[in-house]
Nanobody
């Protein structure tokens, strides 16, 4: 199977920075899209940012200009650099990866990390 392990969450003051990491391991041929989502208490899980294997990125409007998503394909790892954090960024952040598991198939599988808490104090 496949595991996604996240790290880097924590408590930070408004205006501060954090860097999240997510490493994928297991039965992986290659990874298509990797991304970060977040879920605040009582709210749905929302897209934060995604990145393709070729490096094309997509961001939620609320984080554009503050967050940067990158990935290291050789390490099957995706990062989220978060600058200028605001209290409204407080949420559990989840890593997502769309993965090819079989060399003989174009089918992909979605996996999620366990989540990491980000708390921004005012």
């Amino acid at each position: 199977q496949v595991q996604l392990v996240e790290s880097g969450g924590g408590l930070v003051q408004a205006g501060g920075s954090l860097r999240l990491s997510c490493a994928a391991s297991g039965r992986i041929v290659s990874i298509n899209i990797m991304g970060w989502y977040r879920q605040a208490p009582g709210k749905q899980r929302d897209l934060v940012a995604t990145i393709t294997s070729g490096g094309n990125t997509n961001y939620a409007d609320s984080v554009k200009g503050r967050f940067t998503i990158t990935r290291d394909n050789a390490k099957n790892t995706v990062y989220l650099q978060m600058n200028g954090l605001k209290p409204e960024d407080t949420a559990v952040y989840y890593c997502n990866a769309n993965i090819y598991r079989d060399v003989s198939s174009w089918r992909t599988y979605d996996y999620w990390g366990q989540g990491t808490q980000v708390t921004v104090s005012s």
